[in-house]
């Protein structure tokens, strides 16, 4: 989960890259917001108990990866609408 201008662009990023280890980087969801750092870290700070870490070799240096979450696509897509809810409600 993350926020970026162009979500395509991002995952293009992503497996290009091989980020985390991976090159199989999908858009399972997207929206736009006004907030969208705000509900990243309220979602992610949902999501902490499937906190997973990467590395990965990026131009040929070690890259530690620590927004990666381990679970199914659900949880991430619910942990990301409550934390819509929590912040229009809270800010």
């Known amino acids: 989960m993350g926020?970026?201008?162009s979500a395509s662009l991002r995952v293009n990023t992503l497996n290009t890259q091989g980020y985390g280890g991976a090159n199989d980087w999908q858009i399972v969801s997207t929206f736009q917001c006004n907030k969208a750092g705000l509900?990243?870290?309220y979602a992610q700070?949902?999501?902490l108990k499937y906190r997973t870490y990467?590395?990965?070799i990026k131009?040929?240096?070690k890259i530690y990866c620590q927004e990666l979450f381990e679970c199914e696509v659900d949880i991430g897509h619910n942990a990301v609408i409550k934390a819509?809810?929590?912040v229009e409600?809270?800010?």
């Open 3 to 5: 926020t970026a201008k």
């Open 59 to 61: 131009d040929g240096q």
């Open 84 to 86: 819509i809810q929590y």
């Open 45 to 47: 700070r949902e999501m």
């Open 54 to 56: 990467r590395v990965y």
């Open 39 to 41: 509900i990243e870290y």
């Open 89 to 91: 409600k809270n800010h």
